[in-house]
């Protein structure tokens, strides 16, 4: 099974900062990789497809990046709406599986 | 705009049986994959299952694999889980989730549903 280990586990940022949130895959995931936003009582919402795409209706203040085993997030300029939880994740084309980052919490300063 | 629904959560006794509904609309429920993701409270998020867009390929982490089943009715547009031998550690809210047509991401999720395994 192959293991998203994210980093750091708390990010602690002022409104108009840049984030930069690390994923690494305990073996190459080439670039199918996955970025997902999750605010307190919502589900989850795909932000990045593919390392680097963004989903329909994402600002362009989210970026992806990466390939292989180390990606990155990155937020341009923190807006308000954007203290939340991140997860990435993988899927592997065989065995099917589909696994999830631990998540990285950002958080206001 | 798509919908997702989920529901038929609850509390269940160590051993126990629950099944899952997910009411689909908005889109052209029998062209897509789905997918049940779960959420222990304050944890992070697990794959549970996938089914096919023509049912014809259903897939489960070792976690659930032999216990739960994933099934799909698109008369219905509606997408099931039916879970058994149920665990305290399959505590957890219980999303629905599209599949990204044929990617393997997830591009729309329901509310969740709270199952709660305890005696």
């Known amino acids: 099974e192959i293991v998203l280990t994210q980093s750091p586990a708390t990010l602690s940022l002022s409104p108009g900062e840049r984030a930069t949130l690390s994923c690494r895959a305990s073996?190459?995931?080439?670039?199918?990789l996955a970025w997902y936003q999750q605010k307190p009582g919502q589900a989850p919402r795909l932000l990045i497809h593919?390392?680097?795409n963004r989903a329909t209706g994402i600002p362009a203040r989210f970026s992806g990046s990466g390939s292989g085993t180390d990606f990155t997030l990155t937020i341009s300029s923190l807006e308000p709406e954007d203290f939340a939880v991140y997860y990435c994740?993988?899927?592997?084309?065989?065995?099917?599986?589909?696994?999830f980052g631990g998540g990285t919490k950002v958080e206001i300063k | 705009q798509v919908q997702l629904v989920e529901s038929g959560g609850g509390v269940v006794q160590p051993g126990g049986s629950l099944r899952l509904s997910c009411a689909a609309s908005?889109?052209?429920?029998?062209?897509?994959?789905m997918h049940w993701v779960r959420q222990a409270p304050g944890k992070g998020l697990e794959w549970v299952a996938f089914?096919?867009?023509?049912?014809?390929?259903?897939n489960y982490p070792d976690s659930v694999k032999g216990r739960f089943t994933i099934s799909r009715d698109d008369s219905k547009n509606t997408l099931y889980l039916q879970m058994n031998s149920l665990r305290a550690e399959d505590t957890a809210f219980y999303y629905c989730?599209?599949?990204?047509?044929?990617?393997?991401?997830?591009?729309?999720w329901g509310q969740g549903t709270l199952v709660t395994v305890s005696s």
């Open positions: 989730a599209k599949d990204r047509s044929g990617t393997y991401y997830f591009d729309d």
């Open positions: 908005g889109f052209t429920f029998s062209s897509y994959g």
């Open positions: 089914i096919r867009y023509d049912g014809s390929t259903k």
């Open positions: 073996q190459s995931v080439s670039s199918y």
């Open positions: 593919d390392a680097s």
């Open positions: 994740q993988q899927r592997s084309n065989w065995p099917p599986g589909f696994t």
